[in-house]
């Protein structure tokens, strides 16, 4: 988060579009699925985590920025360390980018890519939507907003759920201790005037921003504090001020040097000395903006504000130079020297303030204060977690973080020895457990304890960090604050190599056992097919097992280098409905796509991968049983079992039958020899078209189609729990 905003501060100190009706969602039921990741861990189900809890919410920190703020490379931080350990001691150029300038901690699967990318922001949908998040949070904490990107990703999340998928829902987190002009920008580019509605996450019945309210009225970059002007309960200090034009707010801004009781009476007068508004704040929170609002906009003229009746520490916060139309100040009637702050609201153009429109949340910065007040959220916490409180005091939120740039109890920097890294727990960093996500599994473990309302998860997609050589009073050759390198990271989203998808099952996971799962699906209809009859036969076998249409890979993108692109081809049957059905003698399984299914000469044609649980035999991933990896003939199908890893032998011969959409395949049950000859058995399926590499997994994620989604499987189970 922090190296944007540390470059800038180096440089720099419509209509309403109505909610688009989406047909009826095409509910994939992914928290039915099945999953084992790489390291075997499986993913719970019903009978272990139970129904689903309608009142728990996940938010996913998500980031806008790779490739607004491209300065050459990609310089990936991993790849360097690997040709030259001793790196960090050489701030050359090479291997390096310029100071400042963003580096990646590794390469994600989809490649260097750039936000605004159809192919990945569709990806980050579907993927984000099996897991169960319910709204990714837009970091705009560095006082810049990425709107040409977030824009783009409402146009993509419109048009999937214009074809009945699913994405989550949109939110920001907004600068912690300025964040006016952002929520104002946020407010008149994309809410005031009604741009994509159903995509805004509501809160307490309005759109959820995370901006502390009483922050709003913070001055611009150019404002330079002088010193704070200390109060007495008896001092009255009086700012005269000439508005330009109609305002519907003013206020001064305050300091209370971190104390929490303090108090004061603000008042707004005319030229003439008459009240026209008075209000007494109470709990003051230190250089906050302590607003008097108006129902109607005053017009402009001379007024006076003033402080009054103050309670405990208390100061107006003067400043260097005096605002344009602001002075003479008074103290006790007395002519003052101080330039005193004030700020403005100015009405908006449909009559609606900011203040009005949203819930507002307060991003706590620090990793180790907890809740200062009430209605806060933390964003990034060490681990033990706070519970952060709404205004009632029931407990409401609580984050979880995959990595923390925390060092002995300061915010520091993730390449500092010390930080808290993807293997951090039990007090100390673990290296043999990046891999297993040891920090994350602590921190989530403890947000299940609290259950909260909301957890914040951060994150799925930072990826890139700025070199710096100094930070918060440590300097070093080479530094990088909020990403680092493999292990001094915290994003979810897969990466190529190293830990791969093991961090996103591991999300699904936890995501389960807080909010539960839908109940499985019943088997109803099972009978035998005839592959010569009608494809009608299958109308009264349930359950369907669907994937989303739509989905079958297209891409064709810059990347992160301007010289390469991403070419992506490969989508060409659409997985939509699946089904299955048996008799004593035979397996029946069943497939539809959204159009007419090609050539059973194609490689890699309607492959189909089949798991059978608790079965020894050996596998691939842990399938035993392929089907077409060899191209069919005109009627037969080539079943084959795994020999151990991507070495597969000949099993059986089996009828397979397609007509334009559809097609149907029989397999004798004697093919998997004895372990379907049990009262009840578990199978669990997937079908994928057109891999691209043999024995390569990821391939589920990038190229053709795959049915369920990445490493998910469908369960067809059969006798006792089935739900047959």
């Keep these: 988060m922090g190296w944007i905003s540390a470059l800038l501060s180096l440089s720099i100190f419509g209509q309403t579009q109505a909610s688009i009706p989406s047909p009826k969602p095409w509910d994939t039921r992914s928290d039915t699925w099945a999953a084992t990741d790489r390291l075997g861990r499986t993913l719970p189900e019903f009978a272990e985590v139970g129904p689903r809890r309608r009142d728990k919410f996940v938010g996913m920190f998500y980031f806008l920025w790779s490739g607004s703020f491209n300065s050459g490379g990609p310089y990936d931080v991993s790849k360097i360390l690997a040709s030259d350990p001793l790196a960090m001691s050489k701030p050359t150029m090479p291997p390096w980018g310029g100071v400042f300038a963003p580096h990646h901690w590794g390469e994600p699967l989809f490649g260097y890519y750039v936000d605004d990318d159809d192919f990945v922001l569709r990806k980050h949908a579907q993927m984000l939507s099996d897991a169960g998040?319910?709204?990714?949070?837009?970091?705009?904490?560095?006082?810049?907003?990425?709107?040409?990107?977030?824009?783009?990703?409402?146009?993509?999340?419109?048009?999937?759920?214009?074809?009945?998928?699913?994405?989550?829902?949109?939110?920001?987190?907004?600068?912690?201790?300025?964040?006016?002009?952002?929520?104002?920008?946020?407010?008149?580019?994309?809410?005031?005037?009604?741009?994509?509605?159903?995509?805004?996450?509501?809160?307490?019945?309005?759109?959820?921003?995370?901006?502390?309210?009483?922050?709003?009225?913070?001055?611009?970059?150019?404002?330079?504090?002088?010193?704070?002007?200390?109060?007495?309960?008896?001092?009255?200090?009086?700012?005269?001020?000439?508005?330009?034009?109609?305002?519907?707010?003013?206020?001064?801004?305050?300091?209370?040097?971190?104390?929490?009781?303090s108090a004061a009476t603000v008042s707004l007068l005319d030229e003439a000395g008459r009240q026209l508004a008075?209000?007494?704040?109470?709990?003051?929170?230190?250089?906050?903006?302590?607003?008097?609002?108006?129902?109607?906009?005053?017009?402009?003229?001379?007024?006076?504000?003033?402080?009054?009746?103050?309670?405990?520490?208390?100061?107006?916060?003067?400043?260097?130079?005096?605002?344009?139309?602001?002075?003479?100040?008074?103290?006790?009637?007395?002519?003052?020297?101080?330039?005193?702050?004030?700020?403005l609201t100015s009405p908006e153009p449909n009559g609606i303030q900011p203040e009005d429109f949203f819930t507002f949340r307060a991003p706590q910065p620090s990793y180790f204060a907890g809740p200062t007040k009430p209605d806060m959220w933390s964003w990034l916490e060490v681990h033990p977690q706070h519970t952060f409180t709404d205004s009632r005091g029931a407990p409401e939120q609580?984050?979880?973080?995959?990595?923390?740039?925390?060092?002995?109890?300061?915010?520091?920097?993730?390449?500092?020895?010390?930080?808290?890294?993807?293997?951090?727990?039990?007090?100390?960093?673990?290296?043999?457990?990046?891999?297993?996500?040891?920090?994350?599994?602590?921190?989530?473990?403890?947000?299940?304890?609290?259950?909260?309302?909301?957890?914040?998860?951060?994150?799925?997609?930072?990826?890139?960090?700025?070199?710096?050589?100094?930070?918060?009073?440590?300097?070093?050759?080479?530094?990088?604050?909020?990403?680092?390198?493999?292990?001094?990271?915290?994003?979810?989203?897969?990466?190529?190599?190293?830990?791969?998808?093991?961090?996103?099952?591991?999300?699904?996971?936890?995501?389960?056992?807080?909010k539960g799962v839908s109940k499985p699906p019943k088997i109803v209809g099972e009978k035998s097919i005839n592959l010569d009859g009608p494809f009608s036969q299958w109308n009264s076998v349930a359950p369907e097992f669907r994937d989303d249409s739509g989905d079958a890979a297209r891409r064709d993108y810059r990347g992160w280098d301007p010289a390469v692109r991403y070419v992506n081809t490969t989508g060409r049957n659409d997985f939509v409905s699946m089904k299955v059905s048996r008799d004593r003698q035979n397996l029946y399984f069943y497939a539809r796509t959204a159009s007419d299914i090609s050539r059973a000469t194609d490689s890699h044609w309607m492959m189909m991968f089949l798991k059978i649980a608790g079965s020894s035999l050996p596998n691939w991933e842990g399938y035993s049983f392929v089907l077409n990896r060899v191209s069919p003939d005109a009627t037969d199908a080539v079943l084959e079992q795994s020999q151990g890893g991507w070495k597969w032998a000949e099993k059986a011969k089996v009828k397979y039958r397609v007509l334009g959409r559809e097609i149907m395949v029989q397999i004798p049950l004697s093919a998997f020899g004895d372990v379907l000859n049990r009262n009840s058995w578990r199978l669990e399926f997937k079908w994928f078209d057109n891999m691209q590499h043999e024995g390569d997994a990821s391939d589920f994620d990038q190229y053709g189609d795959a049915a369920p989604n990445g490493r998910f499987n469908y369960i067809y189970s059969v006798g006792s729990g089935s739900g047959s």
């Design 133 to 261: 998040v319910d709204v990714i949070i837009f970091d705009t904490s560095n006082d810049v907003t990425y709107k040409p990107v977030y824009m783009r990703l409402l146009e993509v999340f419109r048009q999937v759920r214009a074809a009945g998928g699913r994405t989550p829902q949109i939110a920001f987190l907004c600068p912690f201790g300025t964040p006016g002009r952002v929520v104002r920008e946020l407010y008149r580019d994309l809410y005031a005037p009604g741009l994509y509605p159903e995509l805004w996450f509501q809160w307490r019945g309005k759109p959820l921003i995370l901006a502390d309210p009483v922050r709003l009225g913070v001055a611009d970059a150019n404002t330079i504090h002088l010193e704070p002007v200390d109060m007495d309960a008896a001092d009255v200090l009086t700012e005269e001020f000439t508005a330009s034009a109609p305002f519907v707010g003013a206020a001064p801004e305050v300091a209370t040097y971190a104390h929490t009781d």
């Design 278 to 343: 008075s209000k007494r704040f109470e709990n003051v929170a230190d250089n906050g903006y302590l607003k008097l609002r108006f129902r109607k906009p005053l017009p402009a003229g001379k007024y006076q504000l003033r402080i009054s009746q103050s309670k405990g520490r208390f100061a107006w916060w003067g400043l260097k130079t005096a605002q344009p139309g602001v002075g003479p100040a008074s103290v006790n009637g007395k002519p003052s020297q101080a330039h005193l702050s004030i700020n």
């Design 398 to 514: 609580v984050s979880v973080g995959v990595a923390q740039n925390a060092v002995d109890g300061r915010l520091g920097s993730m390449s500092e020895k010390g930080s808290h890294g993807r293997g951090w727990h039990d007090g100390h960093n673990d290296s043999a457990g990046v891999a297993e996500g040891f920090n994350f599994k602590e921190q989530f473990e403890r947000a299940l304890k609290l259950d909260p309302e909301f957890i914040f998860v951060t994150g799925w997609n930072e990826w890139i960090a700025g070199r710096f050589e100094e930070f918060s009073g440590v300097r070093e050759p080479v530094m990088f604050v909020d990403e680092f390198n493999q292990e001094f990271s915290r994003d979810i989203e897969p990466m190529r190599g190293g830990h791969a998808d093991n961090y996103y099952y591991q999300l699904v996971s936890f995501i389960r056992r807080y």
